[in-house]
C-alpha cells in the first residue's frame, strides 16, 4: 500500500538530503513542500523534515498538530530530539537505517498502533519533585535550591535522582528540557 508523505524543507540541500534518504522506501509517495509555505499544506497526515536543532523541531511539532511527523535530525541530537515523541511525533537519525525509518514510518502510518498507546508517557512528581523542577528551570543550583526549600543537598540530588528515573533522562540540562516539554506544556 502506498502512503503519501509530505517532506517539508528549508533549503534545497536539506530537501535533496531527504529524498535520497527516504528513496529506500518504495511504498513512500513524496511531496515536497518549503517550510516557510507549509502553513497551506496542513492537511497532509504525514510530514518529514530534517531538524538541526531541538527549539525549531518543537516549533514544528507545535504547527503540526493535526498531522503526524517525522523529524529527521543528526545522530548526535537523536537523544534530546527523542523527548518531542508522542503519538503522533517519532524521531529518527538521518543516517538510520531503513530498518529504523520503517518502524517510525509504521507507527505514525497505521492508526491501530497509534490507539494502543493514546495515552501518553505521563510521569506522576510528587510536589517537592516539581518545586525542584520550577527551581531548577529558572536556573538555581543544587545548593541554591536546598537553600530555598528548607532542605539538604543531598536531598536535592535524590529528588533530581527520581526525576532522572521516571523521566528517562541522564542529565540536568536534558531534565530541564523534558520538563519544559512534558510538565509545563500539558
Known sequence: MRHTALVLYRNTLER????????VLPYLELQTCRLDAAWQAEEA??????????????????????GNLLVLCPVNLVSMMSLLEDASCRVCSLESSARVLEHALDYLLHERVRTETTAEHSVYLTRRE??????????????????????????????????????GVHSSSQLVVW??????SG
Do not use: W
Open 16 to 23: 535533496e538530503r531527504v529524498l535520497s534518504r527516504l528513496s
Open 130 to 167: 516539581k518545586e525542584v523542577i520550577e527551581l531548577l528551570i529558572s536556573g538555581q543550583d543544587n545548593q541554591q535550591i536546598a537553600s530555598a526549600l528548607g532542605i539538604s543537598v543531598t536531598t536535592v540530588i535524590a529528588h533530581k535522582k527520581h526525576m532522572f528515573m521516571k523521566s
Open 45 to 66: 497526515g504525514l510530514a518529514i523534515c530534517y531538524c538541526r536543532d531541538l527549539p525549531s523541531a518543537f516549533r514544528l511539532k507545535q504547527t503540526r498538530r493535526m
Open 179 to 184: 520538563a519544559m516539554l512534558t510538565q509545563l
